[in-house]
Nanobody, 126 residues
Framework: QVQLVESGGGLVQAGDSLRLSCAAS????????MGWFRQAPGKEREFVAT????????SYADSVKGRFTTSRDNDKNTVYLQMNSLKPEDTATYYC???????????????????WGQGTQVIVSS
């Protein structure tokens, strides 16, 4: 079992950057693919990015491709989401999630993730 805690959210202006962190507890962080999801007020939660266990494979939602980058440091049990060129439509609560799988595995489906953090809020003003 893994516990996840996000941090790094805040209020920024359009065009600014933020880096979110997700710290995991437990000895088996390396066995989990990690995902980032977000939920804007009044909208459903949606996929943002995912990264495989080793960190060499990533995938992104079209809406953030080219602006957001996810990475991980398995020695620090932490996954990151670097967000550049932020837009007002990026305003949401951002969640990280963990999903056990094979070495090459990653997923954009919420149902594949068993463990979730509490979320961190990002507000982008125009």
């Amino acid at each position: 079992q893994v516990q996840l805690v996000e941090s790094g959210g805040g209020l920024v202006q359009a065009g600014d950057s933020l880096r979110l962190s997700c710290a995991a507890s437990g000895p088996s962080f390396r066995s989990y693919a990690m995902g980032w999801f977000r939920q804007a007020p009044g909208k459903e939660r949606e996929f943002v990015a995912t990264i495989n266990r080793g960190g060499g494979i990533t995938s992104y939602a079209d809406s953030v491709k080219g602006r957001f980058t996810t990475s991980r440091d398995n020695d620090k049990n932490t996954v990151y989401l670097q967000m550049n060129s932020l837009k007002p439509e990026d305003t949401a609560t951002y969640y990280c999630a963990a999903s056990q799988g094979s070495r090459w595995y990653l997923s954009d489906r919420m149902s594949d993730y068993a463990y979730w953090g509490q979320g961190t809020q990002v507000i982008v003003s125009s």
